[in-house]
């Protein structure tokens, strides 16, 4: 009887250290899950902050390009060969053709406002009638990888062309986009697209 009473009271503090090693083991893993769902949950919302922007560059480049592909090229002449460029481009769009002419709409223009940071649409410009549209802000004021030196940094044929530039090659208009955004913890995001627009004859 006397040996059972003893193997108990063994027993008993065993499972003390076994409880006390169980809480601490247990706060590891618990630590070590939080530390995991922390990152994830960064990794998460870092990627959500990217792909937002890319939408964002892609609709922007888009509505450039409809806009574009609805005017005449030959109206466009402000829009030079590389390595000139021009950071605002004014069209008509033709919304008819009355026997073989095209008839031309209202004036519209899609600037690159560097002091925003923005890029606008306007029909009418400088008119009273003028109406006006912010298509995209976070546009840096230079395209990424350019910095402001006289040379092409980049490699794309333009010197120092800004965040939104056009130039023109034969009967297209080439359109380059950077977009540059930071988030909460000051990470830099930067998203460029570039496409070759085909205007209506
Ligand atoms: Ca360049
Ligand atoms: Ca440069």
New binding site residues.
């Given amino acids: 009887m006397k040996l059972i009473l003893h193997k108990q009271s063994d027993r008993a503090g065993f499972s003390l250290i076994e409880l006390m090693i169980g809480i601490a083991v247990a706060g590891l893993i618990l630590g070590n899950l939080a530390m995991v769902v922390r990152t994830s949950t960064s990794a998460v919302e870092s990627g959500v902050f990217g792909s937002n922007l890319e939408d964002r560059a892609d609709r922007t480049m888009d509505r450039i390009a409809l806009a574009l592909m609805s005017t005449s090229a030959e109206k466009l002449d402000e829009v030079q060969f590389a390595p000139n460029h021009v950071s605002a481009i004014d069209y008509e769009v033709i919304v008819d053709v009355v026997d073989g002419d095209p008839f031309e709409g209202v004036p519209e223009r899609i600037e690159f406002d560097a002091q925003e940071g923005r890029i606008i649409w306007k029909r009418a410009p400088d008119s009273p009638d003028e109406m006006q549209n912010v298509w995209t802000r976070w546009v840096p004021g ?1 395209q990424e990888g ?9 490699g794309n044929g333009l ?3 800004e965040g939104l530039a056009f130039n023109r090659d034969a009967e297209q208009i080439l359109v380059r986009l950077t977009l540059e955004r930071e988030d909460s913890k000051k990470v830099v995001y930067v998203r460029s697209r570039s496409r070759r627009v085909t205007c209506r004859n």
Avoid: S
């Avoid at 350019?146 to 092409?152: A, L, M, P, R, W």
């Fill in positions: 230079m350019e910095t402001f030196n006289g040379i092409d940094d980049n010197a120092d062309e």
